[in-house]
């Protein structure tokens, strides 16, 4: 069920399950970057979600006079996907629809997640094709997890994240609260933020307008650079210990076209904000890099 890909920088292993990355591995400096998927805390490690991002109020929706059940983060993480093209440093997976999936969404699709090596970053694009005869609502998003520390002499304390904003717009800071999002209002301080448990004592923090994040070492050189430019929401997660007061070893940062359910929503999918719409057989195209220092 794995797929491997490679180039004279990394070597990446996927899943078919949920067309998964599972394992970056730098060949230059020997680092592997991503978490281990460890199920005492979090037994993913790079899922994709769709055809929702986080939570639904009363994990339902409603749509032309229907009601739907949906969990958190949709479906498409739990289905395997077919390999459509291979080659030493690329890979396209596909999903198709074909009606097993209108239990809980009535639309036809097909999902291209394609990953492609340059250098020492990985380019994730996706494709969403609207098989229906109307226009389809959805949302999209990648929640990679990547392992903290990096280094044995390091701790997860000495990690920062450096968050640069999108030209022009003003980010928004939201919160989650039974896992639906309050918005706070206009992000202070936001640009550098240094990794503590005490950050996710409430879920993740959640961000509109960013355009590009770094996690760096301030004791090494290396970390990870994500550039997801246009998305409009971006989550940052690990896992919270309450008992002790601790995170995982991993921290997700979480580039999303669409966004959980707000407190107040009609439930209508067509109203959900954050959503999607894609007319009928239109392709919907969006891409983010990966880079490992």
């Known amino acids: 069920m794995m797929v491997k890909i490679e180039n004279n920088w990394l070597k990446v292993s996927i899943s078919r399950n ?15 970057y991503m978490w281990s998927g460890d199920s005492a805390y979090w037994g993913r490690v790079s899922p994709v979600l769709f055809p929702i991002v986080g939570s639904l109020k009363e994990n339902q929706y409603h749509l032309d006079g229907n009601t739907y059940k949906m969990s958190q983060h ?12 291979q080659e030493t440093d690329s890979v396209s997976f596909v999903i198709e629809s074909a009606g097993q999936f209108t ?8 999902v291209y997640i394609h990953y492609k090596l340059k250098e020492d970053s990985l380019i994730v694009s996706w494709e969403i094709v609207n098989e229906n005869k109307e226009e389809m609502y959805f949302s999209i998003g990648a929640h990679p997890a ?3 520390p990096l280094l044995e002499n390091e701790k997860i304390e000495d990690y920062i994240l450096k968050l640069t904003p999108a030209s022009n717009k003003e980010v ?4 989650l609260k039974d896992s639906l999002i309050h918005e706070k209002g206009p992000a202070q301080d936001f640009h550098k933020i240094s990794l503590t448990p005490s950050l996710f004592a409430q879920d993740a923090l959640v961000y509109s307008h960013i ?10 050189s290396h970390g990870v650079e994500l550039t997801f ?3 409009p929401f971006v989550g940052i997660w690990s896992k919270y210990n309450e008992t002790d007061r601790t995170m995982a070893s991993f921290v997700c940062i979480e580039p999303w076209y669409g966004i959980a359910d707000t407190h107040d929503t009609s439930g209508n999918l067509k109203e959900k904000f954050g959503v999607n719409r894609l007319e009928a057989g239109e392709t919907f195209q969006v891409e983010y890099g990966m880079k490992f220092n």
């Not at 479906?75 to 093209?85: I, T």
């Not at 239990?103 to 097909?110: G, I, R, S």
């Not at 355009?211 to 090494?220: F, I, V, Y």
């Open 172 to 175: 928004i800071e939201y919160e």
């Open 103 to 110: 239990d809980v969404y009535p639309y036809e699709f097909k």
């Open 211 to 220: 355009d590009h994040m770094r996690l760096t070492s301030q004791k090494s």
């Open 18 to 32: 949920g067309a998964e990355v599972r394992e970056v591995q730098h060949k230059k400096n020997g680092l592997d």
């Open 229 to 231: 430019k246009d998305f």
């Open 146 to 148: 990547f392992k903290l």
């Open 74 to 85: 949709g479906f498409l993480r739990d289905n395997v996907f077919e390999v459509d093209k």
